[in-house]
């Protein structure tokens, strides 16, 4: 299971669908679509399908608890993990990396980006990736 709290700026983006059910309290769902970010709620004792290649984000508040259920990536699979410009909508870093060791790849990954003041500046803008906050409840 997947508990909160947890608030993400990063957008991962993989190859195959991913299956999120929210087993207790609500979570939130946040998906890129085209220019603009859409929030959907997943209410307790529902699923959400997010399809294959679609960044998403999720964002749950504390004492939740989810399941997401995906398959296994074999090494060789890359998987995006994305940042956008929370002022004005921009792509700020897109960090590509193999599944092949995906949880030390995106930890690594994680702290390279928010150790990198340049990295996390928009380019656009000038507007920087703020750092995740606690979620207050839904």
């Known amino acids: 299971g997947t508990k909160g709290p947890q608030a993400r ?17 609500d979570s939130q769902v946040r998906i890129r679509e085209g220019d603009r970010i859409v929030d959907s709620l ?20 504390p004492d939740t608890l989810g399941v997401v259920v995906e398959r296994r990536r074999p ?5 995006h993990v994305i940042f956008y410009c929370e002022n004005c909508g921009a792509l700020v870093e897109d960090i590509d990396f193999d599944c092949g060791d995906i949880v030390q790849h995106f930890s690594q990954a994680m702290l390279d980006f928010w150790n990198d003041d ?21």
Do not use: M
């Open 118 to 138: 340049a990295r996390r500046t928009c380019k656009k803008c000038g507007a920087k990736v703020p750092k995740p906050e606690l979620t207050k409840p839904f």
């Open 75 to 79: 090494p060789g699979e890359h998987e």
């Open 42 to 61: 997943v209410p307790q004792g529902e699923t959400f399908c997010i399809p294959p290649n679609v960044p998403h984000a999720p964002v749950r508040p």
């Open 9 to 25: 700026k990063a957008y991962p983006s993989v190859a195959s669908q991913e299956d999120l059910a929210q087993l207790k309290g």
